[in-house]
T-cell receptor, first 115, second 112 residues
Framework: DAGVIQSPRHEVTEMGQEVTLRCKPISGHDYLFWYRQTMMRGLELLIYFNNNVPIDDSGMPEDRFSAKMPNASFSTLKIQPSEPRDSAVYFC?????????????FGPGTRLTVT | QKEVEQNSGPLSVPEGAIASLNCTYSDRGSQSFFWYRQYSGKSPELIMSIYSNGDKEDGRFTAQLNKASQYVSLLIRDSQPSDSATYLCAVHRWDSGYALNFGKGTSLLVTP
């Protein structure tokens, strides 16, 4: 069974450029999460979706960040324009809501470097 | 901001010993607790979940939860060098939507 898929795995871009990160959740999962991880701040939740609808975007750092989930099998996180402080590892995770379980499963991540 | 605290480490234990990792949380409404393992350069991997006070065992791993004292721990028996990783504690509160609150992790080093 395929896990969460993310692309690209590595992205190097120059300040001011647009960056798009992609995620395919585990088939059948109804929740999708975008996280950012840095040494300084640890793992931070940016936004999450339920059944393709954004539920909580309070972690999105500023208007330069946007996320979409056009269907159950695809989501994007876009940064425009990118800045050096956006350099981090971005993870996508998915989950299947059950009565008792809130377990999340992570993709391999995208390492973003903005120069 | 509800806090999840972990000692950053590194926690160094010899091969074969028991590694004990601790996590405290500030939100008394927390109800679900998770341990993730993250190898360097890799993504977090779920290894244990616990919902009720007491112990939960899975192979060499035991999760312990004490809601009154607001702590959750992870014991790793017969530690192996392959257990060397960062261990993240995550906490969920039933009325906070579906978000998990992660600690910054404890680095574990198992020495041969």
């Amino acid at each position: 069974d395929a896990g969460v898929i993310q692309s690209p795995r590595h992205e190097v871009t120059e300040m001011g450029q647009e960056v798009t990160l992609r995620c395919k959740p585990i088939s059948g999962h109804d929740y999708l999460f975008w996280y950012r991880q840095t040494m300084m701040r640890g793992l931070e939740l940016l936004i999450y979706f339920n059944n393709n609808v954004p539920i909580d975007d309070s972690g999105m750092p500023e208007d330069r960040f946007s996320a979409k989930m056009p269907n159950a099998s695809f989501s994007t996180l876009k940064i425009q324009p990118s800045e050096p402080r956006d350099s981090a590892v971005y993870f996508c995770a998915s989950s299947l809501r059950t009565h008792y379980s809130y377990e999340q499963y992570f993709g391999p991540g995208t390492r973003l470097t903005v120069t | 901001q509800k806090e999840v605290e972990q000692n950053s480490g590194p926690l160094s234990v010899p091969e074969g010993a028991i590694a004990s990792l601790n996590c405290t949380y500030s939100d008394r409404g927390s109800q679900s607790f998770f341990w993730y393992r993250q190898y360097s350069g890799k993504s977090p991997e779920l290894i244990m979940s616990i919902y009720s006070n007491g112990d939960k065992e899975d192979g060499r791993f035991t999760a312990q939860l004490n809601k009154a004292s607001q702590y959750v721990s992870l014991l790793i028996r017969d530690s192996q060098p392959s257990d060397s990783a960062t261990y993240l504690c995550a906490v969920h509160r039933w009325d906070s939507g579906y978000a998990l609150n992660f600690g910054k992790g404890t680095s574990l080093l198992v020495t041969p």
